[in-house]
């Protein structure tokens, strides 16, 4: 079974411009969540979708952030204008439906540098 | 005060011992606990989830959980130089717990 694949593994682009990330989750796995790991820190919560929809969005810093998941398959997460501090890892995961299951997956993330 | 604290090391343990790490959390009503290892620059891999008080076994590893303290660690048996990796502890948040906050992670080394 294929995890959670995320692309790209790196991005360095200039403050002002837009990057857009993509993370294709378990097959069947309803939820779906981003987190980002900023240098030295923790990773952080950011959203959580229950197929296309948005369950919890309370950790998106600002709306320069836009997640979607159309279709309930892949989602993106469009950063724009990106800003220096937004430059950290960030990661997808994914887990099942059943809110027994609380375990999640996560993908190998994308290393975002903003110069 | 920070949701989920880890001592962030290093560690170090020689080859065959035991490799005790430890999280405490502060959301009394936290239900669900998770281990993940991490090597650099690669995708935290989840090893271990526990959910009630008590211990859990897999293979060389121990959860274990007390909710009275808000204390959860992590058991490595027989620890393997392929063991040296970073540890986070990773605690589900809210009413459905589907929100983890982590810990910033225990670095590990497994001197052979």
């Known amino acids: 079974e294929a995890g959670v694949t995320q692309f790209p593994s790196h991005s360095v682009i200039e403050k002002g411009q837009t990057v857009t990330l993509r993370c294709d989750p378990i097959?069947?796995?309803?939820?779906l969540y981003w987190y980002r790991r900023v240098m030295g820190k923790e990773i952080k919560f950011l959203l959580h979708?229950?197929?296309?929809?948005?369950?919890?969005e309370s950790g998106m810093p600002n709306n320069r952030f836009l997640a979607e998941r159309t279709g309930g398959t892949y989602s993106t997460l469009k950063v724009q204008p990106a800003e220096l501090e937004d430059s950290g890892v960030y990661f997808c995961a994914s887990s099942q439906r059943d809110s027994g299951r609380l375990e999640q997956y996560f993908g190998p993330g994308t290393r975002l540098t903003v110069t | 005060q920070k949701e989920v604290e880890q001592n962030s090391g290093p560690l170090s343990v020689p080859e065959g011992a035991i490799a005790s790490l430890n999280c405490t959390y502060s959301d009394r009503g936290s239900q669900s606990f998770f281990w993940y290892r991490q090597y650099s620059g690669k995708s935290p891999e989840l090893i271990m989830f526990i959910y009630s008080n008590g211990d859990k076994e897999d293979g060389r590893f121990t959860a274990q959980l007390n909710k009275a303290s808000q204390y959860v660690s992590l058991l490595i048996r027989d620890s393997q130089p392929s063991d040296s990796a970073t540890y986070l502890c990773a605690v589900g948040i809210g009413g459905t717990g589907n929100q983890f906050y982590f810990g910033t992670g225990t670095s590990l080394t497994v001197i052979p």
């Open positions: 979708f229950v197929k296309e929809s948005k369950q919890d």
């Open positions: 097959s069947g796995h309803d939820n």
